[in-house]
């Protein structure tokens, strides 16, 4: 069955540094989105991607943050200068169609900003 | 904006018990999705309702979606240790495009 995945697993990094976090959306999927969790609290949205650019953003999701579909397969989540405050799970998802199609997300990346 | 809000926030059952989490959204929705969350785990996506006064089974699980759409359950009868983790509902916020997703509950299943 085909799956997002995601790497790293697990990112530390020090306050003020770049961090690229990297998916791989399912083959078919035209929809693309990056969500967080911090610790122990809801799924957030961030941004949603589709037809190489943004459709949406929400509040989180600032000037440090950015993101790229470079080729074809790769889904790209960049932190420009990261805050301890930004250390949580990151999800990526695809899906097949936007408007509340099912979402299928990745395994997550941990982010750990020290 | 569109608020999601879910009750309760955490429920501990004995294994065998039903389980019921409630969920309401401020604004009327289109459709509204469930997905589960193991711990330590992703997201996985469950269900999707679209119609008002929906109704739809999936083994043990339950899932209503409310006449005015704006509210929606989930119903678990006979909980199993493999229930665990935490059910989402979410929603589609004011474009229709993305998910507002409510804060979950948490659910533990005594043996």
């Known amino acids: 069955e085909p799956e997002v995945t995601q790497t790293p697993s697990h990112q530390v990094t020090q306050m003020g540094q770049e961090v690229i976090l990297r998916c791989v959306p399912i083959?078919?999927?035209?929809?693309f989105y990056w969500y967080r969790q911090i610790l122990g609290q809801k799924v957030e949205f961030l941004v949603s991607f589709y037809n190489n650019e943004i459709s949406e953003k929400s509040e989180i999701f600032d000037d440090q943050f950015s993101v790229e579909r470079p080729d074809g397969s790769n889904f790209t989540l960049k932190i420009r200068s990261t805050k301890l405050e930004d250390s949580a799970m990151y999800f990526c998802a695809s899906s097949h169609r936007g408007g509340g199609y099912e979402q299928y997300f990745g395994p997550g990346t941990r982010l750990t900003v020290t | 904006g569109q608020q999601v809000m879910q009750i309760p926030q955490y429920q501990h059952v004995q294994e065998g018990e039903d389980f019921t989490t409630y969920c309401n959204s401020s604004t009327t929705l289109s459709n509204i999705q469930w997905y589960k969350q193991r711990p330590g785990g992703h997201p996985v996506f469950l269900i999707q309702l679209v119609k008002s006064g929906e109704v739809k089974k999936q083994k043990r699980l339950t899932f209503q979606f409310g006449e005015a759409k704006k509210n929606s359950s989930l119903h678990i009868t006979a909980t199993q240790t493999t229930d665990v983790g935490t059910y989402f509902c979410a929603g589609p916020d004011n474009y229709g495009q993305n998910f507002v997703f409510g804060p979950g509950t948490r659910l533990s299943v005594l043996p």
């Open positions: 083959s078919n999927h035209l929809y």
